[in-house]
């Protein structure tokens, strides 16, 4: 049986936590059965990292009392033409949830989550979307998150490795 975790601290992700949000992501695609590939994303990740936290890339980490981050949710604005439903344009999209396996059901990603909301409220983001596994699905209710009233479709160009 697993002990209780201690209250959980979530706080903004900074450079030297980079190495372990990349070790969850990669986690969070094993745990849905996702292949790598190879190892050159992790780079490509840590270089988009770099130049694009805290300008259109949130991440919000949990973390255990020794401040290493037990569960991460990262978030992109993506900006897009203006239309009646987001006059701005601006869409914003939770690119990650991920948790280790110990921290779940104890509020890490939760706490983590709410955190990468409220960022997108305070930049005034009407729209924020999600692909969600069936696991994490009812945390995203919870938190307000509905069905949409349009489908999401998927186009996967057959030659590109990895498309997803």
Do not use: C
């Not at 790598?36 to 991440?59: C, E, N, P, T």
């Not at 983001?125 to 009812?138: F, I």
């Amino acid at each position: 049986m697993m002990s209780p975790m201690s209250a959980v601290f979530v706080r903004a992700a900074v450079p030297q936590d980079f190495d372990a949000i990349i070790t969850l992501v990669a986690g969070m695609f094993q745990d849905l059965g996702a292949p790598v590939f190879h190892d050159a994303w992790r780079d490509d990740l840590q270089q988009a990292l770099v130049s694009r936290l805290w300008r259109d890339v949130a991440a919000f980490v949990a973390v255990n009392p020794a401040d290493v981050p037990i569960a991460v949710a990262v978030g992109v604005i993506d900006q897009r033409l203006p239309s009646p439903r987001r006059p701005g344009g601006q869409i914003g999209y939770v690119e990650w949830l991920a948790t280790t396996t110990e921290a779940r059901r104890h509020s890490a990603a939760r706490g983590a989550t709410k955190a990468l909301l409220q960022w997108f409220d305070e930049r005034q983001v009407a729209v924020v979307d999600v692909h969600s596994s069936p696991n994490t699905q009812p945390l995203y209710l919870s938190l307000g998150f509905d069905n949409p009233t349009s489908r999401a479709l998927r186009r996967k160009h057959k030659d590109v490795g990895g498309a997803g």
